[in-house]
């Protein structure tokens, strides 16, 4: 049975796409079945996975409106060695066309049902905004990987999004569990960083993963050659650090 993780913070630009793709890739560079979801109609998990946004014939888009399976939609990534369901601007409509549709919030669940016996890992990387988009993801998943940067606000967003998790706990899902906080972006020269990550353990204890993920511009630039990490510089910080991150989902 697959293990579904929905990587989720409505702040933008923390690392959730970027953690998306790479954890993916890690996943599967130890010989696990992945299939990474892009529920994001900005699509950069699909172009950091090497996949033209603007060449897709299906997209979750699809799925989400009932006109193809995930099978259908799903598509190979010729660098990271995994599955993924691409995205494009389209689904930036979906959220308005799915409003009048029976179960909008559990429709990517249903569609997911599918594909229970094809993977080990189904990483979903939800948009920045606690949308009906977000909510399909949250509703899908079993647990919620929330990254997040180590800054003032952080913690202030981190309250807003685990309100959210357990009113979807409450109305949808009532297994949904945090599956772990994860650190990015860190600099450890920064001091309030690291005094917003020691408040972060004191308040999370053992659900904020050992692993931390620095700030790394190998992992900044290889969206740009539409890949993982792994494969444009296996050596680099970055690349070690999402592997270790793979290493600790996989023996806790
Ligand atoms: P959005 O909310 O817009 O979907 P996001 O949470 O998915 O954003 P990313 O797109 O993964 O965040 O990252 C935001 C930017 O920071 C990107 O340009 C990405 O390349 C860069 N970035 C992410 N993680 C790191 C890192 N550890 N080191 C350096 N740059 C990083
Ligand atoms: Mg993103």
């Known amino acids: 049975m697959a293990k579904i993780i929905a990587i989720t913070n409505q702040k933008g630009g923390v690392g959730k796409t970027t953690t998306s793709v790479n954890l993916s890739a890690s996943l599967a560079a130890s010989g696990k079945r992945v299939l990474l979801i892009d529920l994001d109609p900005q699509a950069n998990a699909t ?56 179960q909008r919030e559990t429709r990517l669940k249903t569609a997911l049902e599918e594909v229970n016996n094809d993977y080990d890992y189904v990483l979903i990387d939800c948009p920045p905004a606690l949308s009906l988009l977000t909510l399909n993801g949250l509703c899908a998943a079993h647990t919620v990987m929330i990254p997040m940067q180590c800054e003032y606000y952080a913690l202030e967003g981190l309250s807003d999004l685990v309100s959210t998790i357990k009113k979807v706990r409450m109305n949808f899902n009532p297994k949904l569990h945090i599956e772990g906080l994860l650190r990015t972006m860190f600099d450890p020269r920064n001091i309030l960083a690291q ?37 444009h510089d296996k050596h680099s910080k970055g690349a070690q650090a999402y592997l270790a991150l793979a290493e600790e989902i996989l023996n806790p």
Not at 83 to 89: D, G, K, T
Not at 197 to 223: C, M, W
Request: aromatic residues 8%; glycine residues 8%.
């Open 47 to 102: 172009m950091g996975s090497g996949t033209d946004k603007r060449a897709i014939q299906f997209s979750v888009y699809h799925v989400l409106l009932g006109e193809k399976s995930v099978k259908e939609a799903s598509v190979s990534t010729t660098k990271g060695e995994y599955n993924l369901v691409p995205a494009n601007r389209d689904l930036a409509g979906a959220e308005v066309e799915m409003v009048d549709l029976t």
């Open 195 to 231: 005094q917003v990550s020691d408040q972060l353990q004191q308040h999370f204890g053992k659900k904020v993963y050992r692993t931390i993920i620095p700030r790394n511009v190998r992992l900044a630039e290889a969206p740009g050659f539409g890949m993982p990490v792994l494969y």
